[in-house]
Nanobody
Framework: QVQLVESGGGYVHTGGSLRLSCTASGRTFRQSNSGWFRQAPGKDRELVGAIHWTGISDSYADSVKGRFSISTDSAKTTLYLQMNSLKSEDTAVYYC????????????????WGQGTQVTVSS
């Protein structure tokens, strides 16, 4: 199973931006559907968004559409989650995920998880 490592989490004020990064040990995201989930305290882990390995299809939760975007670098060694116009309700632990079934709908469709990175949005 691939090891995923997230970085870039932290504290940000409401309306601010953060970019999360994720790298995979010993491989790339070149032929794997990948994405991001999040889990807020007391809530289930939910899909934030995902991108098909071809790059021609992606999907986002309604709550983040227009504010968040997923991308990779040109070598597909790093998966990004760009988060703009952050709200307090975006506060959660964010998890990188790969080897997703497509279309991805739930945690059951995920093959590999990262350890998570905390994002806290405060006013």
């Amino acid at each position: 199973q691939v090891q995923l490592v997230e970085s870039g989490g932290g504290y940000v004020h409401t309306g601010g931006s953060l970019r999360l990064s994720c790298t995979a040990s010993g491989r790339t995201f070149r032929q794997s559907n990948s994405g991001w989930f999040r889990q807020a305290p007391g809530k289930d882990r939910e899909l934030v968004g995902a991108i098909h390995w071809t790059g021609i299809s992606d999907s986002y939760a309604d709550s983040v559409k227009g504010r968040f975007s997923i991308s990779t670098d040109s070598a597909k060694t790093t998966l990004y989650l760009q988060m703009n116009s952050l709200k307090s309700e975006d506060t959660a632990v964010y998890y990188c995920a790969t080897d997703l079934l497509w279309p991805v709908r739930s945690v059951g469709d995920v093959g590999s998880w990262g350890q998570g990175t905390q994002v806290t949005v405060s006013s």
